[in-house]
């Protein structure tokens, strides 16, 4: 009697786990963490009440990519789902990753900090997941802070750089003034044009730091015309993250000069007025979901991120991450990334190589990769890291 009552258990035990198997095979399981009070998502006002840069959380961008999946869905008899989850910025994102880990979820969009970001990759750089960094555009993210299961789907501020860099040898604006702002991003920025303006040979003219302040005695860091005088220049590149300076300096500058970088020309991973490709349908989707805004770049990230990955189920027909992952950095992979080019993940820093838009406030100029630059191998692999100068040491 005992020994049927345990051949019993172990009866119902193994048909539970079969069910509990079989259950997970029919749903997968998308995790999108944000830093509800992350600095970025302040509103701020200028004393007259302006509001110049604002940015949003991208999680509408993920809803468009599970909402898009509905009917492929159904064929492939896997049901896609998203879960939300929001912390505050020194909330223990360690513990939830862990219990989402424990609950079946294998991907997770983190649109959080860059220093967060590093912790939770050193923490979970050998389980089999996927972390996509949808926001931070941090040059050492894609080099020496790199990591295995760490994907980018949002550009770099090199890979930005480079873009806007190839439309200026284009039209042969090979002479740079450059602005930069006091904040972190300001240098970032800054710095990552220097770096391609060293390989395009393009000339820096200056590099010279601006104030906002109201202070005589750091007038001529503050004064449009005085801080481009005495060079000559044939465009002003501007690193101004938060944009109260820059939106003076057009017109006002020494010489009479375009400007670029985050105003006038700006390089970008999507715009609202993209028309090719397929693009206007996405925006209208986006519409439906989020009536109070445009796409922005990282809600493009975002739902990037999710269709890469959604892509890589249909294609091979497999949920494990392992076949996830080397599919995603195949060297014949191809995933529609809505702006013309084939895209893929680069298997030496699991950037997204994707072309880059130009664009000004109501309309794109240019599609980087521009005409005439080209690589011997993949041409958007001429923006961003090139595998013979990427510091990343990830083996995939």
């Known amino acids: 009697m005992i020994r049927l009552i345990k051949y019993l258990v172990s009866a119902f035990t193994f048909c539970a786990l079969i069910s509990a198997t079989e259950a997970n095979s029919k749903n997968f399981v998308f995790a999108y963490l944000m830093a509800e009070d992350d600095p970025r998502y302040l509103t701020k006002r200028r004393y007259t009440g302006l509001t110049l840069r604002q940015q949003y959380p991208s999680i509408s961008g993920a809803k468009v990519a599970i909402r898009e999946s509905r009917i492929l869905s159904r064929s492939l008899g896997i049901t896609f789902k998203l879960i939300e989850k929001s912390l505050r910025v020194d909330g223990d994102y360690i513990s939830i990753i862990k219990s989402l880990i424990n609950n079946g979820v294998k991907v997770f969009l983190l649109d959080i900090p860059a220093q967060t970001l590093r912790v939770i ?55 740079v003034l450059i602005l930069r702002g006091p904040e972190k991003n300001d240098h970032a920025y800054a710095d990552a044009f220097v770096s391609s303006a060293r390989r395009l040979r393009i000339d820096i003219v200056d590099d010279r730091n601006f104030t906002l302040s109201n202070d005589p005695r750091e007038r001529s860091k503050s004064n449009v015309s005085l801080l481009t005088g005495g ?30 970088g985050d105003e006038g020309l700006t390089p970008v991973a999507w715009h609202w007025t993209w028309e090719r490709h397929g693009a206007p349908q996405l925006n209208q989707r986006f519409a439906r ?108």
Not at 130 to 143: A, G, H, V, Y
Not at 168 to 175: A, D, F, I, P, S
Not at 349 to 371: C, E, F, K, S
């Open 121 to 175: 990759t050193k923490e979970f750089k050998k389980e089999p997941v996927l972390l996509f960094n949808i926001r931070n555009r941090d040059n050492d993210l894609r080099n020496k802070n790199c990591s295995v299961n760490l994907y980018h789907s949002v550009p770099s501020y090199r890979m930005l750089t480079d873009a806007l860099a190839q439309y200026l040898v284009k039209r042969g604006w090979k002479n």
């Open 289 to 396: 979901i989020e009536k109070n805004r445009h796409m922005r770049s990282e809600d493009w990230a975002a739902w990037i991120g999710i269709k890469s990955v959604i892509s890589a189920i249909r294609k091979t027909q497999s949920q494990d991450i392992n076949v996830i992952r080397q599919f995603l950095i195949d060297d014949g992979t191809t995933i529609d990334t809505y702006k013309g080019n084939p895209s893929s993940y680069r298997a030496w820093n699991n950037q997204l190589r994707q072309p880059i838009l130009l664009h000004t406030h109501n309309a794109v100029i240019a599609r980087a990769p521009i005409d005439g630059f080209l690589h011997q191998i993949n041409n958007l692999d001429t923006m961003g890291y090139d595998h013979g100068e990427s510091k990343c040491q990830i083996t995939n």
């Open 231 to 260: 060079v000559d220049y044939d465009v002003v590149f501007v690193a101004d993250s938060q944009g109260e300076f820059s939106r003076y300096v057009a017109y006002q500058t020494y010489l009479p000069r375009p400007m670029v």
